[in-house]
């Protein structure tokens, strides 16, 4: 079947600006998180939802990013007033029930330039 | 605070060498811990979990709990074994805290 898919592939944009990242998970995966990978680091988590609600959202750096799953599936990750310090990958992973051994299944990425 | 530390950036063997990627971690519960690897071009994939005690394409990991360790090992490393290797550990709800990562790279 399908695998995560994550919109778009690629995404630049000027310092300031506004933007948002759409992540489509596995079909029936009621987890979903969101991680950021910079330069030479691993993933960084930034939330995690369990269904419709934000089980965890520790991991946001800042009030500029904020994320939704308004129906229990896909998800979007939105960033204001972006930074240049902002620029990443930003990873999407879904898992089947959240359990702590589950496996998170990894999207493609979003490479996020802030010029 | 939860940590995972590795401590080689890159790891670079010849095929048929054994392989040991480091990987040590700092937690103050009960520790659940994985390997994920990213092939080339390719997205990030589980290998394999502690709890499973399993061996995925001749690799395993031991849990130490006494060095605080979970290194990865293969006896002979082949070439298609070329990837980024990153040790995470579970920080509750299943949310992972992740290394920096090491590359290997197996040359024939």
């Known amino acids: 079947g399908a695998g995560v898919s994550q919109t778009p592939s690629n995404k630049v944009t000027e310092k300031g600006k506004y933007v948002e990242l759409r992540c489509d998970p596995i079909s029936g995966h009621t987890a979903l998180y969101w991680y950021r990978q910079s330069l030479g680091q691993g993933p960084e988590f930034l939330i995690y939802f369990q269904g419709t609600g934000a089980a965890d959202d520790s991991g946001l750096p800042n009030d500029r990013f904020f994320a939704v799953r308004p129906e229990g599936s896909v998800s979007t990750l939105k960033i204001q007033r972006t930074e240049r310090g902002d620029s990443a990958v930003y990873l999407c992973?879904?898992?089947?029930?959240?359990?702590?051994?589950?496996?998170?299944?990894f999207g493609p990425g979003t490479r996020l330039t802030v010029l | 605070a939860q940590r995972v530390t590795q401590p080689e950036k890159l790891l670079s063997v010849f095929k048929g060498a054994p392989v040991e990627l480091k990987c040590n971690y700092s937690y103050s519960g009960s520790p659940e811990l994985f390997w994920y690897v990213q092939y080339s071009r390719q997205r990030l994939q589980l290998l394999l979990r502690h709890i499973s005690r399993e061996s995925i394409k001749g690799f395993t990991a031991d849990l130490n709990k006494g060095e605080t360790s979970f290194h990865l090992k293969k006896p002979f490393a082949q070439e298609e074994d070329s990837a980024m290797y990153y040790c995470?550990?579970?920080?509750?709800?299943?949310?992972?805290?992740f290394g920096k990562g090491t590359m290997l790279l197996v040359s024939p």
């Open positions: 992973a879904s898992s089947l029930n959240g359990g702590v051994t589950d496996t998170q299944y």
């Open positions: 995470a550990l579970s920080r509750g709800y299943s949310t992972l805290t």
